[in-house]
């Protein structure tokens, strides 16, 4: 069993990491909206984006988790995958299954 310490260590560790990605998610609607206002994409296009923004951070937040064991497995995950060099792209989680099957499977 964590200790209190280790807990608190890996709901912050999750935390960051929850942000991070966040953030790293929001960039791609702000460039989507900055290209609306460009005149480079339309509404529907930028709602496109804004849904598969919405389905990322879903799936984030799952991974995340709630509880404080989903917490510290998490935070493990991340520790390693840090450790690996690797990184889950959270944007590519959050398309459509229409969308994946138009890229194909050697995207």
């Keep these: ?3 209190k310490a280790e807990r608190q260590a890996a709901r912050d560790c999750v935390a960051a990491y929850h942000e991070a990605r966040l953030g790293e ?3 791609h609607v702000g460039r989507a909206l900055d290209r609306f ?3 480079q994409l339309d509404a529907f296009e ?5 849904h ?4 990322a951070a879903q ?3 799952t ?4 509880s404080s064991a989903q917490v510290e497995a998490a935070a493990h995950l991340i520790e390693d995958m840090a450790g690996a060099g690797e990184v889950i792209d959270w944007w590519q989680r959050g398309m459509s299954a229409r969308a994946r099957r138009a890229e194909g499977p050697d995207a």
Excluded at 52 to 55: E, G, K, N, S, V
Excluded at 63 to 66: D, I
């Design 37 to 39: 206002r460009a005149g």
């Design 25 to 27: 998610l929001l960039e």
């Design 63 to 66: 991974f995340c988790g709630e």
């Design 46 to 50: 930028v709602d496109a984006v804004i």
């Design 52 to 55: 598969q923004y919405h389905r």
């Design 59 to 61: 799936r984030l937040w």
């Design 1 to 3: 069993m964590a200790s």
